[in-house]
Each structure stands twice: as C-alpha cells, then as structure tokens.
C-alpha cells in the first residue's frame, strides 16, 4: 500500500517538493494537499504585474486544478488546516474536513507584518501578500485616487507602482533615509529614489507611522512628527514574518520559525517543512531560489533515498524594480578593516560599487548596469583573490563576450525575434515564452527547455536579463556549484574526490558508490566520468571508447556531410618533403577532395570517408607521422615562430622548443581541448598570449602566460613567471598541465578555470611551492607512459577492434 503524504500549504516551495518528489518517486505515496486560498498553485512573484494589470490570475497560475487530478493528487482549495494531531497523525480543517498522514510536510510560508498602531485594521487598509490583496487594491484603485505604501523596500515599491498604473496618485512612506536598505547602499538608495520621483512616484521619509486615521474607512496617515498625509487606500508592506503558528500550537519546536535540520524534518522525523516559514541553522529565507533548493533535499528524503543535505544558502539579490535593475550579495556597507571600489555615472543612471576585504570580494551592489552580477557573487563565494585583475574589476568580466554588454536595458529593448543564444538558434521570444507559460525560475530550467545558455556560455548573462525583466522583482539569482548534471546531486569536485579516496577503478563502481540516478549515466557525465578515471589512474584505468564523444571514439572529426577529416601532428609546425609527399599520396589514393593548411601550422585532410580513415592513417604511419588530435580533449598543438635559428628579431631557439613541448605532452588527455605555442621573440608571431600555455622569449630567458584563448570569447594570458631555461620551462608547463587536468571540471578551458580559482592559487601551485611543482611534474610523467600511444597506429594493428570503421552491408534477399 502507499504511504499517506498530507500538505499543508498550496504555495511554491510545498508543491516544488511535490513536484520533485513525482520526478524521483512517482508512485510512493497517496498526496492530500490543504491550500488556505480558494486556488491552484500561483507565481506569488509575478502578483506585480497583475497589479499592474500586465498580467492576468490565468497567467501566472504553475499548477491548475487538472494537474493535482493528472498526478492522483487530492486538492482542498480554500480550506485552512486549523490543527495538528501528532499522536494520531490526522490534520483537520477549519470546516471539519480531515486527512490522515504517514508523513506530514508543512509550506505555511508567512505572514505579512502589521504595523500595530492605531486604526491598522480599518477597511481601506490593506497588504500585499496574495491575491485577494492585489483584487482589493485594485478595486479601491477603481474607486480612490490617494494611495500611501508603508514601506520602501522591494514589495512596497512594486505595490507602488502597479497602483501608479492604475492611475493613483501614491506616496512612499519610508522609516529610513534608504530606499530598499537590506539590498541597497545610501548611493545606490539615492539613484533609485530620483528615477521614481521621475516617474511620477512621491516619498515621505525618514517618517515613522504613529496612526492609521478614519473612523468607517480610512482616510490619512498620522507620524510621529505629528504631520498627516491623507489617503483613501493604505497599503502596508513593512516585511514579513515566518508563519509558525500551526506547527508550534500542535508542539513542533519553533524559534523564528519551524526549526528543521540539514534534511528538512523537524524535531517530529514523521514531519518536515520547507519555505519562509522554516528556520535553518538559525536562517530564515524569502527568495525563491534557496526555497527551491530546500524542496529538492526534502524530496530527496520523502522518496527514502537519504542522501541529500540542505547546508544552507549564500544568496545574491538580483531584482528589476519598477523596470530599474539591481543586484546586491554579501557584506556591501563594509567597516573600517574593508576597502571600497566605487564606479558611478549618475547621469546614466549607473552605480556599481565592491567591497574589499585581503583582495577577496565580501559584497557588492550594482544599479542600472547588473550584467556582472554573476560573476561578482561567484568570485566572492569561491573567496577568489582579485588582486591580479583588480585594475579592471569595476570593468566586468574579461571574457564575456558581446552578448552580456549593455546591461538589462538591453534585454528589455530586444524584439522577440532577436537571437540571444548563437550556438543553439534560440531568441528572446523562445525563452519569454518559456518563462510563462511553463513556469520556470531558474537558469537550469531555462536551459533545459530552450538550451538557450547551454552551450559556450557567453549569453548567460543575456539570459538572466530577460529572466528578470519577465519575472519582475521576484527574480533573485543564487548561483552555487552545482551537480554534474541530473542523474545525480554530486558535484565536479566532489565525484574526482571520492574516485581518489575510494579508488574507484570503473565507472560503474562510481555510480554505485555515489547511487547515481540513472543505471547508465548520460551523455554528461559519462564522458566526464571517463576523463576522471583516465587522469586519477593512469596506469590502472582502461579508457571507455563507448564514454567518449564521436570524434574521440573514430580519432577524426565528423563532417557536415558526414565525412572525416584527418590531422596529422606536425612537431611545432615542422615538416620534411617526405612527410609532404605522403599526404600527397594518401590525398591521390583515397581522392580526399581538399587539402589545407590550418591556423595551428598542420595539414588537413578533409572529406575521407569513414571506411577508409584505417588505410589512411596506416599510409601516414608508414611515412613516420602520427595522430594530431585535432579532435579531443587533449593536446592540439604546439604554434612555433622559426626563433633566433632565422630571425634576426630572434632571442631563443622558439622551434626547437616547441618542438621539445609537444614531444613532452603529446598524447595527454585533458578536460578541454588545450593549445600551445611558443613565441621567439615580444612580437609574439606565434601568438602565445591566447593559448592556454604560452612562452614568450626574451633576452634574458622566457616568459610564461597562461589561460588565453582564440575564439568567440578571445582571452589574453595572464603572466604566471619568468624562468630563465629550456629545462625549468618544461618543468613548469608539465606542472601547470598537470594541475589544470587534475583540478578543472570536464569542458572546463583554462581561462575560465584560472578565474574560477583565482590566478593567485595557480601561481602559488606551480610557481612558489617547490616541492609541490615538482610532484606535479612528476605526476605528469608518469601519465605520460601511459598516454603516448598513437591511436592510429592502435586500430591499424588491430590492437583494438576496427568495428566502428566497418560499414553495413546490404544482404540480398534470398
């Protein structure tokens, strides 16, 4: 028999975990849910907009009734649970109607605070929580003109504006000289407040309500200054309050809420309980994004799989109020041991502002121009150090390409068919349509619905533009490190941790050992399973062909048409007629149609069919020439200039040591692909300062940079060191290659790496621990026995099985 599941609160933390659970456990439990208001389960986010009458009830409803009966689920709309009999696990209504429970999980979510002066209950004064709050303000806005919103924070903003677009004439009562303080510093306060005075918006502050005035309805506000405002609608939206009422009257330990442990139950383990009204290592939470992530832990745990933990949330702000962008995390007033870097350009309407503490980012707050944001609060939650790039910090993100300028102005001005995301094809019009009609919240879920995002990265920012300006003020960004992907919880760092410790020597004893969802994995974290195994156990691991993508598995890249191409290495571009005359051959031979020369100074070989990639590979061998790798994860190349042999610029052989590098790390597996190049001179012919490893020549020796790229997103390097010999230039390029293949993310490049993990711990890795270095390198080394092994010259011996290149034969019938 299933088990019996009561909910007692039908808003969008409660059913997020119904909804979580029917993902993982579908069939567990028989689902009862108890919704104090007379509806489905609705976007309280989006009540703005409905204020503003740029929405509809309709629109921004997630779950209608015909979901609850879709997935066997017994819905009780506007029946308020008035009591909790713990001893005989039965809940009961208000009007008598009971449901009995094996598990009881409580989303009471909470209450909007009450000023309690004088008069705050006569008829005209209202607050802004649910429906039934915008309906009223908007019938009083049918029928009034004055309206006065106690509270300038985010909610009393966004009720001030929807009843300005109702055609009331509103005024702000604020009891701080900051509008929005908990997200915002005086400065930014100061912005906010002359953009809505602008707009029509009127403030009485610093003022503290002493009383509501009216005898049968309410007609003005009286402060403590003895001064009155007069209104005829008085809304208050001074915050809200946990709402703990039910669970503490029934027994459930409560303080400033529900108290709950690391995996959402309460001190009664038959009763869990997540959103606002909920209480968690001392924290409360209101944005939507911790709330979520506390119904994925409490699924986890109704569907008896135990393994999830809620470890709390360090969240960012990042909201449009009233059309105008903001974004705030952290620590952004700061005190005399912080430092403050502070950009402001008033008459663009621009403030962004970064608080310092040892070069590490502890807050921020941004107005106007919020694309950054992101990349702001990631840096201060992996306690980045700045101090390499903190000339350029207040400038945003190095890499992030065209598609995240311009700030959110632009994702607002966009016409619905404009592309934002390249790679996949996806426009605004795409992801608006995804954000309303199915109801999503998060970056993930728009990526998986429109894979807009879910490629090279550069539009992200573009992305949560347009998620804000849909979701208006409720949107709130809170990036953290997130899982492999959705056949298990674990993280990158996390899964490559406990291959090392438990020495796990398959992929299979990975996913049995982390209870991965899926039997089989997916074509995410296969292939990154795969590298993980290769790069801890080299000597021990047998590389999983079927876990790799196409071109690594036929070690050519797959053409548009369907045919190969082939590359075959060419130390640091260095080539013989020999060598030429083979590939002349081979291209004869086999009839490939074109021969090129590519931007890493090889040759390509394109249009070989499938069939025939063996024969060539075999002619090639023969001619003493081996795979170029051009199609993996690995090594690709070695850019040399010809160096001090020929050029009279020339100050060290670059040739000949790039010919050494790509000798030493050719073969190398890695989490993306990784190019090198070696420059004999500061006019940098080779161009080594947009490789991942690249050396410069000088007089005196060599520089060495690292984390640049070509591309869509070009990266300059940034400079790990000088060294002054060929033997300590390999020392260290071994060094730093090992440390990025054995602590970056699968598809990870260098660049992005370096400023994920700051390029201060890289120089302290590989440039100022010796000792360190050297294991490395050493590390490096003995990967290296392993790894240079050309696959060609594999599957032409028949060293592993040909099948992949045998064609399908077509069988006559007999």
């Known amino acids: 028999m299933k088990e019996k599941l009561v909910l007692i609160g039908n808003g969008m933390a409660g059913v997020r975990t119904l909804e979580e659970l029917l993902k993982i456990a579908p069939e567990k439990y028989d689902v009862t849910v108890f919704g104090a208001e007379p509806y489905g389960n609705y976007n309280r986010i989006l009540l703005s907009p409905v204020l503003a009458g740029e929405k509809t009830i309709d629109q921004i409803m997630l779950n209608d009734r015909q979901w609850y009966a879709d997935n066997g689920i017994t819905l009780y709309c506007g029946k308020e649970v008035v009591q909790i009999d713990r001893r005989n696990r039965k809940v009961i209504a208000a009007d008598g109607t009971t449901a009995d429970y094996d598990h009881l999980l409580l989303a009471t979510g909470s209450n909007p605070f009450i000023i309690?002066?004088?008069?705050?209950?006569?008829?005209?004064?209202?607050?802004?929580?649910?429906?039934?709050?915008?309906?009223?303000?908007?019938?009083?806005?049918?029928?009034?003109?004055?309206?006065v919103v106690i509270g300038g924070g985010l909610?009393?903003?966004?009720?001030?504006?929807?009843?300005?677009?109702?055609?009331?004439?509103?005024?702000?009562?604020?009891?701080?000289?900051?509008?929005?303080?908990?997200?915002?510093?005086?400065?930014?306060?100061?912005?906010?407040?002359?953009?809505?005075?602008?707009?029509?918006?009127?403030?009485?502050?610093?003022?503290?309500?002493?009383?509501?005035?009216?005898?049968?309805?309410?007609?003005?506000?009286?402060f403590k200054d003895g001064s009155e405002l007069y209104a005829d609608l008085v809304v208050m939206a001074v915050g809200i309050r946990p709402n703990f009422e039910l669970a503490k009257k029934s027994g459930i330990h409560c303080e400033r809420g529900i108290v709950v442990s690391d995996t959402m139950q309460t001190y009664d383990p038959r009763v869990y309980a997540v959103g606002e009204c909920v209480q968690h290592r001392g924290q409360t939470y209101g944005l939507v994004a911790p709330l979520f992530e506390q119904a994925k832990v409490c699924a986890n745990h109704?569907?008896?799989?135990?393994?999830?933990?809620?470890?709390?949330?360090?969240?960012?702000?990042?909201?449009?109020?009233?059309?105008?962008?903001?974004?705030?995390?952290?620590?952004?007033?700061?005190d005399e041991t912080t430092e403050e870097i502070v950009l402001k350009d008033a008459s663009r309407g621009m403030y962004k502002k970064i608080v310092l503490k040892d070069n590490r980012i502890q807050g921020a707050v941004m107005y106007g121009d919020t694309v950054d944001g992101a990349w702001y609060f990631q840096l201060m939650r992996d306690g980045t150090d700045v101090s390499a790039f903190r000339d350029h910090l207040m400038f945003g993100e190095a890499h992030l390409g065209d598609a995240g300028h311009g700030g959110q102005n632009k994702a607002v001005a966009m016409s619905d068919d404009m592309e934002v995301c390249g790679c996949n094809g996806v426009c605004k019009g795409t992801i608006v349509k995804a954000v309303t009609e199915k109801g999503l919240f998060t970056l993930d879920e728009v990526r998986s619905h429109t894979k807009a995002s879910s490629s090279c990265g550069s539009c992200t920012g573009l992305v949560e533009q347009i998620m804000a300006s849909v979701l208006g003020g409720g949107y709130s960004a809170a990036p953290k490190e997130k899982p492999?992907?959705?056949?298990?919880?674990?993280?990158?760092?996390?899964?490559?941790?406990?291959?090392?410790?438990?020495?796990?020597?398959?992929?299979?004893?990975?996913?049995?050992?982390?209870?991965?969802?899926?039997?089989?994995?997916?074509?995410?974290?296969?292939?990154?399973?795969?590298?993980?195994?290769?790069?801890?156990?080299?000597?021990?691991?047998?590389?999983?062909?079927?876990?790799?993508?196409?071109?690594?598995?036929?070690?050519?890249?797959?053409?548009?048409?369907?045919?190969?191409?082939?590359?075959?290495?060419?130390?640091?571009?260095l080539t013989t007629p020999d060598e030429l005359r083979a590939i002349a051959d081979v291209a004869d031979k086999f009839k490939i149609p074109t021969v090129k020369v590519t931007g890493g100074q090889r040759i390509d070989l394109l249009g070989v069919k499938k069939e025939d990639l063996p024969a060539v590979w075999d002619d090639l061998n023969r001619a003493g020439m081996v795979s170029g790798h051009a199609y993996g994860k690995s090594l690709r190349t070695v850019k040399t200039c010809v160096g001090s042999e020929w050029c009279r610029f020339g100050t060290q052989d670059s040739t000949g040591l790039g010919v050494k590098l790509e000798r030493r790390t050719w073969g190398s597996w890695m989490p993306h692909k990784f190019k090198m190049a070696v420059s004999g001179c500061p006019r940098n012919c080779a161009e080594a300062t947009i490789k991942d490893f690249g050396v410069v020549c000088v007089d005196s020796g060599y520089e060495l940079h690292i984390g640049g790229n070509g591309g869509?997103?070009?990266?300059?390097?940034?400079?790990?060191?000088?060294?002054?010999?060929?033997?300590?230039?390999?020392?260290?390029?071994c060094a730093f290659t090992q440390l990025y293949r054995e602590e970056a993310h699968y598809l990870e490049r260098t660049a992005p790496w370096i400023e994920r993990v700051g390029l201060e711990y890289v120089k302290q890795r590989v440039v100022e621990d010796e000792v360190g270095r050297k294991a490395l390198y050493n590390r490096f080394i003995e990967s290296q026995k392993y790894a240079q092994v050309d696959p060609w010259a594999e599957r032409v011996s028949h060293a592993v099985e040909q099948h992949e290149f045998v064609p399908l034969k077509k069988v006559a019938a007999g």
Request: hydrophobic share 40%; aromatic share 6%; net charge neutral.
């Open 116 to 147: 309690p002066v004088p008069g705050n209950d006569l008829p005209g004064v209202v607050t802004f929580r649910d429906i039934r709050d915008v309906d009223l303000m908007l019938e009083a806005s049918r029928k009034h003109q004055h309206a």
């Open 484 to 573: 492999m992907c959705k056949c298990t919880d674990h993280t990158h760092d996390a899964v490559r941790k406990v291959i090392r410790e438990q020495h796990l020597l398959s992929i299979d004893a990975v996913m049995r050992f982390l209870e991965w969802r899926t039997p089989n994995g997916c074509h995410s974290c296969r292939p990154a399973l795969n590298y993980y195994l290769l790069c801890a156990w080299p000597g021990e691991y047998k590389d999983d062909a079927q876990s790799r993508f196409i071109n690594e598995r036929a070690h050519a890249n797959i053409q548009k048409d369907g045919t190969y191409s082939v590359v075959p290495r060419m130390w640091g571009g």
């Open 712 to 733: 869509v997103k070009v990266r300059a390097t940034d400079l790990l060191c000088k060294v002054t010999t060929e033997a300590e230039v390999d020392e260290y390029c």
């Open 302 to 334: 109704l569907a008896h799989l135990g393994y999830a933990r809620y470890q709390g949330s360090m969240t960012s702000t990042k909201l449009k109020v009233t059309g105008i962008d903001l974004f705030s995390a952290g620590d952004f007033i700061g």
């Open 155 to 222: 909610l009393g903003l966004e009720a001030a504006n929807g009843l300005m677009r109702q055609g009331m004439s509103v005024t702000v009562v604020h009891i701080t000289e900051t509008l929005m303080e908990r997200q915002l510093d005086k400065a930014a306060g100061v912005l906010l407040r002359k953009s809505l005075e602008e707009r029509g918006m009127h403030f009485y502050m610093p003022a503290q309500t002493m009383a509501i005035l009216g005898d049968d309805r309410v007609r003005g506000v009286r």
